[in-house]
């Protein structure tokens, strides 16, 4: 049998998890993690196993596996979800949409049953659907499953239920459970009948200094913003587009330069301050497109105007564009992106054709 930290890493690093990022997910402490992962504590309590198996999201196989290397006797899985990083359990800036999409999937005589959030990757549709499935549990009293990985999930018709998922879902499961609503987190909608797209965009302005300075303040306890650095920080959070993922990332930067620095070092280059696993992330969410819309992207990084091209509601609806007053613009980190160069084929320019998955 496995140890219990090296099997929690292997399914952290396999979600792409950062130890703060589960921690954030599963309502357990950065240090408990770090302490189970590098074998200080072999005997976790039967809740933190809950916790941390919620937070990954296991299926129900390597739920137990988990629960018998932590020395527990494998149980249901329950049924409320991890809830998300923020204060008082909301995840910062995301207060509209989180209403949003709740009342989409709970209130009206039609409420949507196929929910499609859709984005680049880093924009926070992960989160969000947590954020959403936590308020239908604690205050409707919904039911809520995780997408299994190879199994069908067991569904209680008695009692509405949420289906929170990353892959594309049977459409049969609707058909064959009417108190059942199924949200997707993907790079673009699943194209099955019914389905509502929900896109989420970058963080507003104020929202994204907000959601920094809450990442700051834990490698930077004593950081406050002040005229000074007032100009940096809204620079720094313009360079990164208000992405949740990329402000994570550079708010590590804090223990070696101050904002001004950084900004300048992100000017220079918007994908340097952010994690390889973002990069190839980012470059994946490029690699779903098209021949056309590919294109049409890189035309636009390098500074053409779309016109009235049909692929631009494509690109807006998977985050790869926004509006900008009149015009569209490409979002910074994807424009870095999509013009760094990278080995395999490429287009006239030197801009990648391909990229690592």
């Known amino acids: 049998m496995r140890e219990f930290g090296e099997l929690l890493r292997t399914h952290r690093i396999g979600a ?81 949409e989180a209403a949003a999409l709740a009342a989409l999937l709970s209130e009206g005589p039609g409420p949507a049953r196929l929910v499609t959030v859709t984005g680049v990757s880093g924009v926070g549709k992960t989160r969000l659907a947590l954020e959403v499935a936590g308020v239908l549990h604690f205050r409707h009293g919904w039911s809520v499953l995780w997408h299994p990985s190879q199994t069908v999930p067991s569904i209680n018709d008695d009692q509405d239920t949420v289906l929170v998922t990353d892959r594309r879902p049977d459409p049969r499961l609707l058909q064959a459970h009417p108190r059942l609503r ?5 790079l673009a909608p699943v194209g099955l009948p019914g389905e509502h797209v929900f896109p989420l965009g970058p963080l507003a302005d104020d929202d994204a200094v907000r959601l920094l300075l809450t990442h700051v303040h834990r490698v930077r306890p004593a950081f406050k913003p002040e005229p000074a650095n007032q100009a940096a920080l809204m620079g720094l959070v313009h360079e990164l587009d208000g992405l949740p993922s990329a402000l994570e990332f550079a708010a590590g930067w804090f223990m070696v330069y101050s904002p001004q620095h950084l900004l300048e070092r992100l000017r220079s280059n918007p994908l340097d301050p952010t994690s390889a696993h973002l990069r190839d992330s980012l470059r994946r969410s490029l690699s779903t497109l098209d021949d056309d819309g590919r294109g049409l992207l890189v035309r636009m990084a390098e500074g053409e105007d779309p016109g009235h091209s049909p692929y631009v509601t494509e690109l807006c609806v998977r985050g790869l564009v926004r509006r900008a007053g009149p015009r569209y613009e490409v979002l910074n980190l994807v424009r870095a992106a999509v013009l760094e160069p990278v080995s395999g084929p490429h287009l006239a320019g030197g801009v990648a054709l391909t990229w690592p998955v």
């Open 16 to 96: 792409g998890l950062t130890q703060q990022q589960l921690a954030d997910f599963a309502m357990v402490s950065v240090r408990a993690i770090r302490d189970l992962e590098c074998g200080r504590t072999r005997s976790p309590r039967a809740e933190t196993v809950r916790l941390l198996a919620d937070g990954l999201r296991l299926d129900e196989e390597s739920r137990a596996d988990l629960q018998q290397a932590g020395g527990r006797a494998a149980g249901r899985s329950a049924v409320a979800p991890p809830a998300p990083a923020g204060p008082a359990g909301l995840i910062v800036g995301r207060e509209a």
């Open 182 to 186: 199924v949200v997707v987190t993907a």
